[in-house]
């Protein structure tokens, strides 16, 4: 019993820790993008030159600051966390998702989950070290899809890739419009301040998840890579267009958003042990 109840506690210390650097991350994001948006109006060397920020520019800025190198490790050492939390949530279904189809799709999701953040984790120390790329090319959406059309059968593999991001972005509007998002919070006291900005954060991430797939799909069907985009492009390709400012401007509080909603999972995230083997 006691070795049960020590493994639950490091189990949650490692949910919480990577929650609270998932949050640091959305949060430098999401304020990048707004100083751009309020000092210079210019993305700053984003993902196509459109004018989005992804999260190893992030980190390449916090490198010049103050403590910045150790904030990095600190979020790096996060996110791999986070991402073993993710895989034990997956791997012991300590969310009760079960064996059927839909806990299935579930579990794989936070298996991918996990090894986004993974990756993720890995850039904010690679930065400390020099070896990120110099921040040239088009971004790894861009990347990944280039390789993939230019193997047999990358065309079909790229728009199944963008249904699936289609899907996710769906996913993601339907939690916040039924308020799925709040399963197992404790939204009391100033939590409950909070359920608002959150849930418009989580449907307009969604609605970005929706525009990569999009992206996704057209350069799957014109097998085109240039035509792909990940999140930092599509936020780009939204500055581009007739009242762009505003909307970049909005998904940028939508991300940062999401990293209020991170926090709040970081302190409030009911880790029952009952739950947790």
């Keep these: 019993m006691e070795r049960h109840a020590e493994t639950s506690r490091s189990y949650e210390i490692a949910?919480?820790?990577?929650?609270?650097?998932?949050?640091?991350?959305?949060?430098?994001?999401?304020?990048?993008m707004l100083r751009a948006v309020f000092l210079s109006g210019s993305g700053g060397g984003s993902e196509g030159g459109q004018g989005g920020v992804r999260p190893k520019e992030a980190f390449q800025w916090l490198e010049t600051e103050i403590y910045g190198q150790v904030i990095l490790v600190a979020i790096g050492v996060g996110l791999?966390?986070?991402?073993?939390?993710?895989?034990?949530?997956?791997?012991?279904?300590?969310?009760?998702?079960?064996?059927?189809a839909e806990g299935v799709l579930a579990r794989a999701g936070m298996v991918a989950s996990g090894a986004g953040y993974a990756l993720l984790g890995l850039g904010a120390i690679?930065?400390?070290?020099?070896?990120d790329g110099g921040g040239g090319g088009g971004g790894t959406t861009k990347s990944v899809s280039h390789w993939l059309l230019d193997q047999p059968f990358g065309a079909p593999v790229v728009i199944a890739l963008g249904?699936?991001?289609?899907?996710i972005g769906g996913a993601q509007i339907w939690r916040a419009v039924k308020g799925r998002w709040k399963?197992?919070?404790?939204?009391?006291?100033?939590?409950?301040?909070?359920?608002g900005v959150i849930t418009a954060a989580i449907a307009l991430r969604g609605v970005l998840f929706v525009l990569v797939g999009l992206f996704l799909l057209i350069a799957g069907w014109q097998t085109d890579p240039t035509e792909a985009k990940g999140l930092a492009g599509a936020l780009g390709w939204v500055r581009q267009q007739p009242y762009g400012v505003v909307f970049y401007s909005l998904g940028a509080l939508a991300l940062g958003g999401y990293g209020l909603y991170s926090f709040v999972q970081a302190r409030r995230l009911n880790f029952a042990p009952s739950r947790h083997a």
Excluded: H, K, M, P
């Design 15 to 32: 949910g919480r820790t990577g929650l609270c650097a998932r949050s640091v991350v959305y949060a430098l994001v999401s304020g990048l």
């Design 80 to 100: 791999g966390l986070y991402a073993i939390w993710r895989f034990i949530e997956a791997g012991f279904d300590t969310g009760d998702q079960g064996t059927d």
């Design 126 to 131: 690679t930065v400390l070290f020099g070896a």
């Design 163 to 167: 249904l699936v991001l289609l899907g």
């Design 183 to 195: 399963d197992d919070l404790d939204l009391s006291g100033w939590a409950g301040s909070t359920t």
